[in-house]
């Protein structure tokens, strides 16, 4: 067994030569005790700080921190690891890592506290340089409990001291043998404490920390203390972990050094920190590289535009908020007439001539109000006197914070000179226009009188022919039958034709009458259909109705039926005879109704279906075109639909695979 008296003196001695600054306080925070190294580092002699409070030496915004902390350590019995700002005697300041705990004496109604100080200003210091990084690296410090009065109560004080701290403690003799730790440092290293003591410490020591602790072990031999040296540790699992190593010698009651008490703090988050603080300076370090690149980048294209400004044919000027010219190039003082030397610090207005300068001073207010400034045209004044018109356009700049404009001039005398020319020869041409048109009404007006004209002696020949043909006369034999026939059958073509004449002439000077009311779209349809009935099968063709019933629309039911008339005769024409075959639709689509008539005729190229409506237009123009027709049926057609506020259009799939007529009436 260890006599007490030299537990009491190795404890103290650990006590008073610890690497960390600890003070003994009573319950209202008055110092009882401090070890010498408080004193040296806070400048005080024993007696200046026994008996003061421990606040005193606080800085005051960091008052209530220490006063909580205190409070929670006189309830728990532990106190939380603090971070506080604490007063020298010179009146500096230095960051500290505070932890108390609970020391309950022989008599159970007096408590007293031991406190612990780790000077971190060193951390503080790291993180401050670099402030990105993480904050002050957290140590941990448990609770001493260790009794005052009797040497046991002491060495049992201080053994506490030693087992609970939150610091990883070991031990060591003169061979580097462990001959003790503390639950912590076994804890961490995944060991029992039994496996520990014994061993030598390098069998807890990285590899890579081998060298930087055997000069750390000369550096005790010759001082009697270790400072912050980084140690990487291995755990019984091989993972390896940083700390900081700090160390004092423990002597016997002869003076002699009998080992040394090692603090390893785990210091892993520091570590990290440092990593951060590494990797984010070399990003800086790219950034910086980066932006003298780029720096260049700019002074080279700053050049690249001063030559272009200075050099480029159109004229340049800068001006400021004020309207006074700050810059210009060489274009522009030669065309004003001015050397540059005399155009910098002149106001614009000094150029404008004076037809422009209300519209100058408008467009220069807009330009300071942030509108955009494109294309104005603006008389300039030259040194003098004379005039030329010119486009301006205005970008906006800062130099600081003056608001500039970069002014592209462009001189547009030739535009404007030709534009007069134009201008001039557009007058002509609508004077021109005009009488064109009134010779194109002539014409039209005429058109329309000779057709009417025409349509008079059909009349009586229409009639003449039926009487003939009724042998009204007398008894007429084949021969003058067939021959009464063709003339009835082309003066009714020749009667058709000049009434799709004057429709046409009513509809392009907009006299087509229309008589609306509401119309059944299918009896209409059936109608025309049942009338043409004898055509259709004179020729073997067969009409097929697909009608949705009951759709009313207000329309002219006379012109609707002569639209769909002039559609079936245009597919009668072009479907082959004896196998031909007509397809009408009728149905209701949203607002809509819809006709479709289909065929399989011939078909129509695609890029000829648009021309079919329009006027005297032939797919085929040849002279030896197989179907006949005047080319105006389905411009009729256009005309009366687009009169009811509807759309007509074809389709094909080209040559050979029949067309669609498509009719669109808006509902009503």
Request: include cysteine.
């Amino acid at each position: 067994m260890i006599p007490p008296g030299s537990l009491e003196r190795t404890y103290k001695t650990f006590y008073e030569i610890s690497p960390d600054l600890i003070c003994t306080l009573d319950e209202n925070g008055t110092i009882l005790d401090v070890n010498q190294r408080m004193l040296d580092h806070f400048g005080y002699s024993k007696d200046n700080v026994i008996g003061k409070q421990c606040f005193d030496f606080i800085v005051g915004q960091y008052k209530k921190i220490a006063l909580d902390g205190f409070r929670e350590m006189k309830d728990k019995g532990i106190g939380p690891l603090i971070e506080l700002l604490l007063i020298k005697k010179d009146g500096s300041t230095f960051s500290g890592l505070c932890r108390g705990a609970r020391i309950s004496g022989e008599n159970k109604n007096i408590n007293e506290y031991l406190i612990t100080i780790q000077d971190i200003s060193f951390i503080r210091e790291a993180f401050e340089k670099t402030r990105d990084a993480e904050e002050e690296a957290k140590t941990r410090y448990d609770e001493l409990r260790k009794t005052h009065e009797t040497l046991l109560a002491l060495e049992k004080k201080y053994r506490n001291l030693y087992e609970k701290s939150p610091d990883l403690l070991r031990t060591i003799n003169l061979y580097g043998i462990i001959i003790d730790c503390n639950e912590s440092y076994a804890k961490n290293l995944g060991y029992s404490k039994d496996e520990i003591l014994g061993r030598s410490l390098l069998e807890h020591t990285s590899t890579r920390s081998y060298d930087a602790l055997l000069k750390g072990i000369e550096e005790w031999k010759a001082s009697g203390t270790i400072s912050n040296l980084e140690i990487w540790l291995k755990r019984k699992d091989c993972s390896e972990f940083p700390t900081l190593l700090s160390g004092t010698s423990i002597y016997d009651e002869n003076g002699q050094i009998t080992g040394r008490t090692v603090s390893l703090r785990d210091v892993t988050d520091i570590y990290q920190a440092k990593i951060t603080i590494e990797q984010n300076q070399a990003k800086i370090n790219e950034q910086f590289e980066e932006l003298k690149k780029t720096n260049l980048l700019l002074t080279t294209a700053e050049q690249k535009y001063r030559s272009l400004y200075d050099t480029s044919p159109d004229m340049l000027r800068t001006v400021n908020s004020s309207g006074l010219i700050v810059d210009c190039n060489e274009s522009y003082a030669k065309n004003l007439g001015h050397s540059k030397d005399e155009v910098i610090g002149m106001p614009i207005y000094d150029h404008t001539a004076e037809m422009s300068l209300d519209y100058m001073q408008e467009v220069f207010n807009s330009w300071k109000e942030g509108m955009r400034v494109i294309n104005k045209e603006i008389w300039l004044k030259r040194k003098d006197g004379t005039v030329f018109p010119s486009l301006l356009s205005a970008t906006t700049f800062y130099q600081g914070d003056q608001m500039e404009s970069n002014t592209v001039i462009k001189d547009i005398t030739e535009l404007y000179d030709a534009k007069k020319k134009i201008e001039e020869n557009e007058a002509h041409i609508r004077e021109q226009y005009e009488e064109l048109r009134g010779v194109e009404k002539s014409k039209e007006e005429f058109l329309a009188m000779i057709t009417h004209e025409l349509k008079t002696p059909l009349v009586p020949i229409q009639s003449y022919a039926d009487i003939m043909l009724a042998e009204k006369f007398g008894t007429l034999n084949d021969d003058q039958k067939y021959r009464l026939e063709i003339i009835k059958s082309n003066a009714r073509y020749l009667m058709e034709l000049m009434s799709d004449l004057l429709d046409v002439q009513k509809i392009e000077l907009g006299q087509l009458k229309l008589n609306k009311e509401s119309n059944n779209l299918a009896d209409i349809i059936r109608e025309v259909v049942e009338n043409g009935k004898p055509d259709v099968e004179k020729y073997g063709i067969r009409i097929s109705l697909h009608l949705q019933p009951d759709l009313f629309y207000i329309c002219d039911k006379l012109r609707i039926g002569q639209v769909i008339n002039n559609l079936i005769n245009n597919a009668l024409d072009f479907c082959p005879k004896q196998g031909g075959q007509i397809i009408i639709k009728l149905y209701a689509d949203r607002s809509t109704y819809k006709i479709i008539l289909k065929d399989n005729g011939i078909g129509i190229q695609k890029n000829k279906l648009d021309r079919i409506f329009v006027k005297f237009y032939q797919i085929d123009t040849s002279t030896t075109r197989e179907h006949g027709g005047s080319g105006i049926g389905l411009a009729v057609c256009k005309g009366i639909i687009e009169a009811h506020g509807g759309k007509i259009w074809a389709e094909s799939e080209g040559e050979g695979k029949g067309t669609e007529i498509h009719i669109a009436l808006l509902q009503t």
